[in-house]
């Protein structure tokens, strides 16, 4: 099997003007120009996982840029599909955001919904997020064959944060990859992720650098292979080998970025771009990205809509073999 990478290296374009940013009033001002009231950033997972780490950094890096107050409303349940519902009964009000990431496109393709990633309205990209595979500290694995090796023998109980989440697909893509099959215990978020490997409900997890790197620090946590392409450069974790170098020919990318109900207007839709493209140039993006450890490919409006098309593409693709 080849190495799969959903991660796009896109300029960021459509660049829009970012009208009545001062006012949180209502909805169209006299003049036409959108006013946001009220906003309500969902996340569709529980609190202490990656997906709220990028919500509130999102719905923070949005006040900072149009004024606005962006509450956030953790919705979570269904692996993602309770909160995406939620935004989809929201259609043409521009005051509702969701925090979002590959699971608007495994959602549709794996589960029966009324929805796909083009009833909504994408935003923004703010970029890409791979996983590492990790263990509890004792645990005897050292490497991902050592994984891949005990599941041909004695079976491994693996970890994954919703039933159709990017911990479900790279597991998938390393059953494909070496023929093995992994028991698997589905869990809401990475916090709990983490709370089963330390409570040794189960033997390994795939979880986003920046969800994991506290319990990594402390020793609490190691990582044994990274599913990317190469190294990452990132000090904290740049020893951690890639799963291809351990001959386990998987690689796939998580996007995150955030979404509008469908139905929306042009000028809501372009005030939405332009207060991304602001939060997007900030030091407050910069620290995100970095402090979760992720690559910063923002792309924003019809651009993402072309990524999406792409990855959904991709995903079904990974999904079906």
Known sequence: ???????ALIGAVAVAALAGCSSTSGAPAADGAFEPQDVRMIVPFSAGGGSDASGRAIASGLEAA????VTVENREGGSGAVGYSHLFA????????????????SLPLTTEVDYDYESFTPIMKLGDDYTLVVVPADS???????????????GVVVAVSGAISLDEIVF???????????DR????????????????????????????????????????????????EYEQIAEVPTAIEQGIDVAFAQWRGFIAPGGISDEARDYWIAAAEEYAASEEYTAYIEENLMQPNAIYGDEFVEYLGQNSADLEAALAE
């Open 185 to 232: 215990v589905p869990y809401e978020s990475g916090s709990e992720v983490i709370a089963g490997l330390l409570g040794g409900t189960v033997e390994v997890g795939s979880l986003n650098p920046g969800e994991v790197l506290g319990q990594l620090e402390s020793g609490d946590l190691r990582a044994l292979c990274s599913l990317s392409e190469e190294r990452y």
């Open 172 to 182: 998938s893509l390393i059953e494909q990859d070496q023929d093995v099959t992994f």
């Open 1 to 7: 099997m080849k190495s799969r990478t959903t991660t």
């Open 140 to 154: 005897p694995f050292e490497t991902c064959t050592d994984v891949v090796d005990a599941a041909k023998s004695d």
């Open 66 to 69: 149009s004024g606005a107050t």
């Open 90 to 105: 929201q259609e043409g009000n521009p005051n509702y955001l969701l925090a979002s990431e590959t699971t608007l496109l």
